[in-house]
């Protein structure tokens, strides 16, 4: 085994070792007796635990993670639900390390920094299924972008987005993730037109119809149509963002918000140092992720699932060629697109 694939292997267990935590999500135990309620009953369409809003109507966002975790608790118990997040947490972030740019060493310094960020919000909850699609989605759409893939991976979303309505209703970041890519590069091609970096119009258009596809595969759901609205139903409710801790904006004198202090100021020396401006969509991605990281600490962990890739880019264009050398194995960031994408 090379030194390389050692090291590889022992970030991945480190990041597993990081992910076995105890479980003091509060929501755990009403997940996994939804999950019961569901292959017992099927899906519900009004709440059946309340006492105090009884027949209420809901929406079961969730209902496939949270049927996924019964059948993990049900199968082995406790210690099996926190190991399979682990793993679930340990594969979201060595899909961010292959996405970046920068390996061995630059990619896993940042991205264990990444990962020390969105700490927070780990444990045994559907919202990691958010963390493991967001960095899917990333990847997908970097290795596209940079000429790595063929264009027609792109339709690969409008499945996972699929996937990902009836895991959460989290998958409408997808959606503006492919969307704000799309944006992106078409204002790169308006505005630097002549800048080696600027994609295609066949590309961008690509990108669009895929978004748009994406939001409509969404609503293949138990819930159908009602799944598109519900989002943004959560992010306006006034007792949602008053009365949960992780809707609040990050409190930087608790230390648990420090990583992500490091990671923003990373990003913004980053471009400040290197010797080439940001793009559009870079821009559109590191200045939208972390309005809405410092608007709530809830998203904290997809502004630095997206903004890493961004990150390591910037930080390998600004390293001597000695450094680089030893950071990155002398791997020049910004491959120009082959000749068939251009």
Do not use: K
């Amino acid at each position: 085994m090379s030194i390389r694939r050692l090291f590889v292997l022992l970030f991945v267990a480190a990041l597993f070792a990081m992910g076995v935590r105890e479980t003091l999500d509060p929501d755990m135990w009403w997940h996994l007796r939804t999950g019961e309620s569901i292959l017992q009953h099927g899906i519900p369409r009004q709440d059946v635990f309340s006492f105090t809003v009884p027949h209420h109507a809901w929406v079961t966002h969730e209902w496939l993670a949270q049927v996924c975790m019964w059948l993990v608790y049900q199968a082995a118990g406790l210690p099996s639900l926190i190991v399979v997040f682990a793993a679930l947490i340990a594969l979201t972030y060595w899909l961010l390390y292959v996405t970046c740019e920068g390996r061995p060493f630059l990619a896993a310094f940042v991205v264990l920094l990444a990962a020390m960020a969105s700490a927070i919000v780990w444990g045994a909850r559907p919202q990691i299924f958010n963390l493991l699609l967001t960095a899917l989605f990333v990847l997908i759409l970097e290795r596209v972008r940079r000429g790595q893939w063929p264009a027609r991976w792109l339709w690969s979303l409008p499945l996972l987005t699929l996937l990902w309505a009836n895991l959460h209703s989290g998958y409408l970041l997808g959606v503006v993730l492919v969307g704000t890519y799309a944006v992106g590069e078409a204002a790169q091609r308006l505005l630097w037109p002549r800048d080696a970096r600027a994609r295609p119009w066949r590309l961008i258009a690509q990108l669009s119809g895929v978004a748009l596809v994406s939001f409509l595969a969404a609503a293949l759901n138990p819930n159908g149509v009602a799944l598109w609205t519900y989002p943004f139903e959560t992010l306006s409710s006034p007792s949602m963002q008053a009365f949960i801790q992780e809707w609040h904006p990050p409190d930087f004198n608790l230390r648990i918000f420090w990583p992500f202090a490091a990671l923003l100021g990373l990003g913004v020396l980053s471009f400040v140092f290197s010797p080439r401006r940001p793009t559009a969509a870079e821009l559109l991605l590191f200045g939208g992720t972390a309005w809405a990281a410092l608007t709530s600490a809830r998203n904290v962990p997809l502004f630095a699932i997206i903004v890493t890739p961004i990150i390591v880019r910037h930080l390998l264009l600004a390293l001597p060629g000695a450094r680089l050398a030893v950071w990155a194995g002398g791997r020049q960031p910004e491959a120009p697109l082959p000749p068939r994408l251009r």
